[in-house]
């Protein structure tokens, strides 16, 4: 059984056919979904699909595009929303220098009172970065000294040398379906090598679908595509990944377990 650990469920491309691509995906194995946030007035929808759907879990949380637009959220209005036991996680937030959708200091603003939001509730938080890999990680280390937050770098492609210092501060990596595509030679270095007690698995759908469905729309069947050839480049069994994966995302979204 597989676990998609980041997918958007509410976003064009899925919403409109939630049924089925839930359907499609327990029919390849996928035993749980966490639906993930980054806009404020997709929180009602997304608490509801997983209100819905009893192998469905949401997140709270403003994605570093939208900081701009979300200058009211702060670190109290993210823990107050994120009180429903539907909800195990705060985020997606961080940085993202590719696009520059926000301004960098209300990325970082917006950044630091998600890692708040994790640590006064103690749901783990799940971090983009794209781009600003420096920063992710001076912020990510500045705030675990004021005191521990759980969490997970989601869809990473960033380099081995960001990938030990999110290790080193008790983080998980989530690899996407970019591990398989033919130009991402370093990320599949990084990954084949990824400590198993850290790693998760994810589609990041609609967006990222990995062969052999490049350019199709993602969703969550997808994930045991990415698990499959993840598991080859490994030299692990499609089994051992998958129950290892699978632990590993209810011992960091423990609340799934509550």
Excluded at 181 to 210: G, M, V, Y
């Amino acid at each position: 059984m597989f676990v998609d650990s980041h997918c958007h469920l509410n976003y064009e491309g899925l919403a409109e056919r939630q049924d089925e691509v839930l359907e499609s995906a327990r029919s390849r194995g996928v035993s749980t979904m966490l639906n993930i946030s980054t806009r404020e007035r997709e929180w009602d929808d997304i608490v509801g699909t997983a209100e819905r759907e009893g192998d469905v879990w949401a997140s709270i949380g403003i994605h570093p595009h939208e900081a701009d637009a979300h200058p009211d959220i702060d670190t109290a209005k993210l823990v107050a929303r994120a009180d429903h036991p539907r909800v195990v996680a705060i985020g997606e937030t961080g940085l993202d220098y590719y696009y520059e959708h926000s301004d960098r200091e209300q990325q970082k603003t917006s950044f630091r009172s998600h890692i708040a939001a994790s640590r006064d509730t103690g749901l783990p938080l799940i971090v983009h970065t794209r781009d600003a890999e420096k920063d992710t990680a001076e912020i990510l280390t500045d705030e675990m000294g004021k005191g521990a937050f759980r969490g997970v770098i989601h869809c990473f492609t960033a380099s081995q040398e960001f990938a030990d210092a999110a290790l080193d501060l008790g983080l998980y990596i989530s690899i996407s379906g970019i591990v398989t595509f033919k130009n991402a030679k370093d990320l599949q270095a990084t990954a084949a090598q990824l400590p198993r007690d850290r790693l998760l698995i994810e589609t990041d759908s609609p967006f990222l679908a990995p062969e052999p469905h490049r350019g199709k729309t993602c969703e969550p069947a997808f994930v045991a595509d990415t698990a499959e050839f993840l598991a080859d480049l490994r030299g692990e069994s499609i089994e051992d990944l998958a129950d290892y994966t699978t632990r590993n995302f209810h011992t960091l979204f423990d609340k799934t377990t509550a």
